[in-house]
């Protein structure tokens, strides 16, 4: 076998450990586009947590996407600021509110849902801010497309396992995981990945003896850990 369905068998074979080590998750129930777009982007460089009381705290002050829209940026910062990087993420999502009412005339993404894949990707990716990872998110628990998010953890996990190069993109891994993994994978792996990059392959101190991936992980052989 060559170098990619090597890469490709060690694939399956981390999706299926993975399964069997932390379970099949269960598909969540289809969340509002809009609001999955606005706390992706409020999720970034963002822990869980923090993200859930930003996006808390931004639908309590502003109920409607429309009050949203007309409030000022300060006024938006000032809402998502426990979420850290408000002077960035707060004029992003007023701009995009104003860029979708220009464009279609009210504050709804529902209508992606009536469009391909790769039409939806390039859709969001046309906002400022928006790249392949959030795209994705709004894809695959908003909308119940396959696309496969590739978040710091899955990165992380990806490139220790030598699924990419030690320092492919993140695009380049979503491109890569996204051509060798089954569409129907796509949602439990990336959230077993997720689960393990939190629980075990963390980014200080693996724990590597605890392992489940440990017989065929790269960065264990080559770390000597």
Wanted: aromatic residues 8%.
């Amino acid at each position: 076998m060559n170098d990619n369905s090597d890469r490709a068998a060690l694939l399956n074979w981390v999706d299926a450990t993975l399964t069997g080590a932390y379970g099949e998750p269960q598909l969540k129930p289809q969340q509002e586009p809009l609001g999955e777009l606005v706390q992706t982007i409020l999720s970034q460089n963002t822990a869980d947590i923090n993200t859930a009381r930003a996006y808390a705290e931004l639908r309590r002050r502003f109920p409607s996407w429309y009050d949203m829209m007309h409030a000022s940026v300060d006024e938006i910062a000032d809402a998502i600021r426990i979420g850290g990087l408000a002077h960035i993420k707060a004029p992003r999502i007023k701009a995009i509110l104003e860029q979708l009412y220009a464009e279609r005339g009210s504050l709804d993404l529902s209508y992606l849902a009536d469009m391909p894949v790769d039409e939806v990707r390039r859709h969001l990716t046309r906002f400022h801010g928006v790249g392949n990872k959030t795209a994705a998110c709004v894809l695959l628990f908003a909308l119940h497309m396959p696309a496969l998010p590739v978040d710091t953890h899955v990165l992380r996990v990806s490139q220790r396992l030598g699924l990419v190069a030690p320092k492919a993109t993140a695009d380049q891994t979503q491109a890569w995981l996204e051509a060798k993994l089954d569409p129907a994978r796509y949602y439990p792996f990336h959230l077993n990945m997720i689960h393990h990059g939190r629980v075990c392959c963390l980014a200080r101190n693996p724990r590597c003896s605890s392992c489940p991936l440990a017989a065929r992980c790269r960065f264990l052989f080559t770390s000597g850990t």
